[in-house]
């Protein structure tokens, strides 16, 4: 359910008005633990709730919910965090961000976390990022505060294949003197540069032993059809969840459906139907559980999107009795420029009487060009519609030889080689994220470059 992976993903609000202080948060590491514990510490430090997920604390720290990327990066100069306090019911100050540095590439290369003591904003952690030439980022070094000095705490290391793809992530932990190998998640890819395998592996001092597994499949569209999640016992996998997806004629999730593995078979647990708009914006989604002979609605949820189909707000409620009452709640706040300016989480008791938790966050940022924008369409070259839901026709005058297609960061997305004619090509690119992409059409030893964008 979405507001499990809320939890992971700690999505935080705006309320600038709440300055008090709540208990202080000790941060707890120790001097060795098991993969299983790091797992769970991971959780909290880079956001490793499922293989897929590795964000750290700024990096959840109000995520765009933005339509697209642009050329324009937002750059966070700093940001402040809240928490919801169940006894004085407000908001109170509870982190900040800091010291942020970039690269040349505006690719975030460190900060600060700072947590709120008493009146003092004491160190926490610190984060430290390398990346290779493809804007691919290389590592990932947590330090925590002594008192005195930052100390060195989990380091994840990433590697890359040909097509950017990440093939292996390391994290080791420091026992105060060396790194030491604890878990490694490794990822294979079909040709379409679709993930198929994620493998999580613990380290027992002299080899790597499998843990669990995720296998994938996908459509001839390349939509995730399955997800087969498995646990390695003794000297074989065994079965554990597996999620069913389908799509409609736009590509576009219209269910999902959750079973779990019992007594040999696999036995429906819940699912999800989703609903959109005209714009292809997700407007909400029903939450059935299963009960043994049929399926019985258990919690709903509805997006609203400004006119710039920004998300602005998310609600989910859930059954209590036979009254839906609130369980989770998101508010956004966009400039304007769309770049995502405060958000905010709140969860409910069960009952749906009283906020339980919260958090809340406030980006003081600036932009930045990212990419060096196209010339407008050049004479002898028309792309249309652009922008468009992904299928495009390229019309020219001369003959395209090759077709590749790079993202804002400067990653290939789409790549075509092939000698065509002066005219129309048509292409399909509606497997790719929403955002602004570069084309280069190549014509000999002359190369064409335009803009195109995603919705």
């Known amino acids: 359910m979405k507001k499990a992976l809320l939890f992971v993903l700690l999505a935080f609000a705006l309320n600038v008005s709440g300055q008090n202080e709540r208990p202080a948060f000790i941060f707890q590491r120790s001097t060795s633990c098991s993969p299983e514990k790091l797992r769970g510490m991971l959780n909290s430090i880079t956001g490793i709730k499922t293989i897929r997920s590795c964000g750290t604390d700024l990096e959840k720290a109000g995520l765009p919910r933005m339509a697209g990327s642009r050329s324009l990066k937002q750059v966070y100069d700093s940001i402040y965090e809240w928490q919801w306090d169940t006894l004085s019911a ?37 984060y430290t990022y390398t990346y290779d030439a493809n804007g691919n980022q290389t590592s990932t070094l947590t330090q925590v505060w002594t008192g005195t000095a930052w100390e060195n705490f989990v380091l994840g290391t990433n590697t890359w294949d040909a097509n950017s793809n990440r093939t292996c992530t390391l994290f080791q932990q420091w026992t105060g003197a060396i790194w030491v190998k604890v878990v490694q998640y490794l990822f294979t890819y079909n040709t379409s540069n679709n993930i198929t395998i994620e493998l999580a592996q613990d380290w027992d001092g002299n080899f790597w032993v499998n843990a ?21 016992v003794s000297t074989a996998w065994v079965n554990f969840s597996l999620f069913n997806y389908t799509y409609d004629a736009n590509n576009r999730r219209t269910n999902f459906l959750y079973k779990t593995w019992t007594g040999g078979e696999w036995v429906n647990l819940y699912q999800e139907v989703f609903t959109y708009d005209a714009n292809n914006n997700l407007t909400g989604y029903m939450g059935q559980e299963w009960d043994g002979a049929s399926w019985y609605d258990y919690f709903k949820a509805v997006y609203i999107y400004d006119s710039n189909n920004n998300e602005t707000s998310f609600l989910e409620q859930s059954l209590y009795g036979s009254d839906w009452v609130n369980s989770t709640q998101e508010l956004y706040a966009y400039d304007a420029g769309n770049f995502t300016k405060a958000a905010s989480y709140k969860n409910w008791k069960e009952d749906g009487t009283k906020i339980k938790d919260g958090d809340s966050t406030y980006n003081y940022f600036h932009t930045a060009e990212g990419i060096v924008e196209p010339a407008a369409q050049k004479p002898g070259t028309l792309i249309f519609p652009n922008p468009s839901n992904g299928k495009i026709t390229i019309s020219t005058t001369f003959q395209v030889t090759a077709v590749e297609i790079y993202n804002v960061a400067g990653v290939m997305a789409f790549s075509d080689y092939k000698t065509g004619q002066p005219g129309l090509n048509n292409l399909d690119l509606s497997a790719l994220s929403r955002g602004i992409y570069v084309i280069k059409l190549f014509s000999g030893d002359k190369t064409h470059i335009e803009k195109v964008v995603i919705r």
Do not use: A, C
């Open 90 to 126: 407000r908001w109170l100050f509870s982190y900040k961000y800091t010291s942020l540095v970039y690269d040349e590439h505006y690719n975030l290369t460190s900060y600060i976390l700072l947590q709120k003591s008493g009146s003092v904003w004491p160190n926490s952690r610190k």
């Open 212 to 232: 669990f597994q995720n296998l994938y499949t996908y459509d001839e569209q390349n939509n995730m059809s399955s997800t087969n999640g498995q646990y390695w």
